[in-house]
């Protein structure tokens, strides 16, 4: 099955009708965890915007009826009225304010969660297609616009949504007449405006992708900065950085740019519309047909509306982004991991025994169709038994254990645990039979007692509830970590770096080790377990090795032969295809290809998986 990479951005023009915004309907959810915030940020809401179209009506009360009547004292009740509306309009919009900032910040916050949990859950096909940190770069770049759109543009485009609906059924109360006219001048408004605003939109997902590229970029040539340094490769990698990076300036100007004159142009049209009718209604005002402070009302009305109308249209360009933002974070959610648990898993037989069997499993990575890395696999290991997997580099044999993790499904045939074919186990379950020790060590930037304490179980303990310090300790003793750990003045709580680069090779691989000890799965993988050691700590490590393996199924992947003679029994794989077994005195007397490869690998030199 080949897989698809997800679609980070969407960089076509689409058309921006209200259907454009319908993927923010995908946040709801998330703000209906918090009913009284949102509750509250409704009656902000309207507070501010009744208080705002109240201002209007209370200054034609002032005008008409206040200083056209000379009458001090009611001059001074209307304008009492004018400071008790001013009043409410302050503290609703500071109320608005706070509330939209809050559950913008806690709604993206969940949602950064939700997505970065989805992630972690999809299987390693899909990041072969897709890039580690392109997608986080893609995570950070949507979750800031949505919470960007949320706290300014929605909230803004919701007051002034409420704002210019009143304002338009006040501006016919007050006058049916003046308000034709407006109505009339509206699609004069807006049809420019939607226009122009496809050419922003086109060229705000441009700037998005590039920068996302800059990202991945940067983020990629940053994980291999040991690389770029051995091959004094800074200088190149800084002029690349620079051209992208200038590239992403030069679309974010134009970005910038293009917005700029829509907003020229929307507040022209919108002013140059508001004149046309003052002039007309000052007509009616000299001819008596209208109040001074009829004509101001009206015209505070159209202000308003209008100015809501051109907001709305200055917006609109950043709920779309947020729109595409939350489509694209939505796919993520709603996207189905290639590799997953059963609906109804079935259960293994406890104690497990852990014997494992492979049957006629043939195997191609998803990212290359029509390559065979596995065929015709069939073998049984029996419980408690030491297998060594052997064979030369791209024989399968590291891909023997992706498919016990299920990383992979087989692309034909079944593998079983106890009898269980894996694929029909809970996920956690059957990746809890396993302790893993990769030929390269995974190592966290964090301390060495978090890094060994990584071996929790799928029951969702904590490190510090899952492990005591004493356990840790022992762990790293069996693996002959605890003397170099010890030697650090930080002792277990040393921060080792980003990948363990404050660690030497056999350090990191030897930490990697006592995780594995730790986590004292009935299955042991051993993927060149011993690979990055000297020849003294390995022999250490191997004593220890014995103790922890015994009763243990385990699966070795080795080329040293001191490894390899104390399995019980040993496969051998060439070109994907399983051709030998026996012990090593019996492969050695057939004379084939592990015979070979034993007299190869006798050399320091042995070649690596």
Same mark, same amino acid.
């Given at each position: ?11 076509? !023009? ?35 915007? #009744? ?98 759109? @949320? ?37 004069? #408004?807006?049809? !420019? ?106 015209? $505070? ?146 301390? @060495? ?68 000890? $730790? ?36 699966? #070795? ?53």
């Amino acid at each position: 099955m080949t897989v698809a990479p997800v679609e980070l951005a969407d960089s076509s !023009p689409k058309k921006r009708s209200l259907k454009a915004v319908h993927p923010l309907g995908h946040l709801f959810p998330y703000l209906k965890r918090y009913p009284f915030m949102l509750g509250l940020t409704i009656f902000a809401l309207l507070v501010a915007s #009744i208080a705002t179209l109240a201002l209007p009506f209370a200054t034609r009360l002032v005008i008409d009826h206040g200083i056209a009547t000379t009458n001090a004292a009611g001059i001074d009740a209307y304008f009492q009225l004018l400071i008790f509306i001013v009043t409410l309009l302050a503290l609703g919009s500071a109320l608005r304010f706070y509330c939209v900032y809050w559950l913008g910040e806690r709604l993206v916050a969940d949602l950064k969660t939700d997505v970065f949990k989805k992630l972690v859950g999809f299987s390693a096909q899909f990041f072969d297609v897709n890039h580690s940190g392109e997608l986080m770069s893609r995570l950070a770049a949507d979750t800031t616009l949505i919470n960007t759109a @949320i706290r300014a543009s929605v909230s803004q485009a919701l007051r002034n949504g409420v704002v210019l609906i009143g304002g338009l059924v006040m501006m016919v109360i007050t006058s049916a007449q003046l308000s034709v006219m407006v109505i009339l001048a509206i699609p004069i #408004i807006v049809l !420019p405006l939607v226009f122009y605003g496809r050419v922003v939109r086109r060229l705000s997902n441009t700037a998005q992708d590039t920068m996302a590229e800059l990202n991945k970029f940067g983020a990629e040539m940053l994980s291999n900065i040991r690389t770029v340094q051995a091959f004094n490769a800074e200088s190149e990698v800084t002029n690349r950085f620079t051209q992208s990076n200038e590239l992403t300036v030069i679309k974010a100007m134009m970005r910038t740019k293009a917005r700029a004159f829509l907003t020229a142009i929307a507040i022209f049209l919108v002013m140059v519309s508001i004149v046309l009718i003052l002039w007309y209604g000052a007509h009616d005002v000299i001819s008596g047909d209208m109040s001074a402070g009829t004509l101001v009302q009206f015209m $505070l009305y159209a202000v308003f509306a209008g100015g809501s109308l051109g907001a709305l249209t200055e917006v609109w360009g950043e709920i779309a982004q947020a729109a595409g933002a939350a489509e694209r974070l939505s796919e993520f959610l709603s996207h189905k991991s290639e590799i997953s648990s059963p609906v109804k898993p079935a259960k293994l037989a406890q104690p497990l025994k852990g014997s494992l069997h492979f049957k006629n499993v043939d195997f191609e990575y998803p990212s290359r169709s029509g390559e065979p890395v596995l065929t015709d696999v069939n073998f049984t290991i029996k419980a408690g038994e030491r297998v060594a997997l052997v064979g030369a580099s791209g024989a399968g044999k590291s891909t023997i254990f992706q498919l016990l993790l299920r990383f992979y499904d087989p692309s034909t045939g079944a593998i079983e645990i106890d009898g269980v074919p894996i694929n029909k186990l809970d996920l956690n379950e059957l990746r809890d039979c396993f302790a893993l020790v990769p030929q390269e060590a995974s190592l966290f930037d964090a301390s @060495i007692y978090e890094n060994i304490a990584f071996a929790r179980s799928s029951d969702g303990q904590s490190v510090e509830n899952k492990f005591s310090k004493e356990e840790v300790v022992e762990a790293a003793k069996a693996a002959q970590a605890h003397e170099f750990i010890e030697s650090f003045a930080e002792g277990y709580e040393t921060i080792i770096g980003e990948g363990g680069q404050g660690l030497s090779g056999g350090q990191r691989q030897r930490i990697a080790l006592a995780r594995a000890i $730790l986590r004292d799965a009935p299955i042991l993988l051993l993927d060149e377990a011993t690979s990055a050691l000297d020849a003294g700590s390995e022999e250490k490590v191997q004593k220890a090795l014995e103790a922890i393996l015994k009763g243990r199924t385990s699966l #070795i992947i080795a080329h040293r032969l001191s490894t390899v003679i104390t399995a019980d029994r040993i496969l051998v794989f060439d070109q994907g295809r399983f051709v030998e077994e026996g012990t090593h005195e019996e492969l050695l007397s057939k004379g084939g290809i592990y015979a070979e490869l034993a007299r190869t690998q006798l050399q320091p030199e042995a070649v690596a998986d």
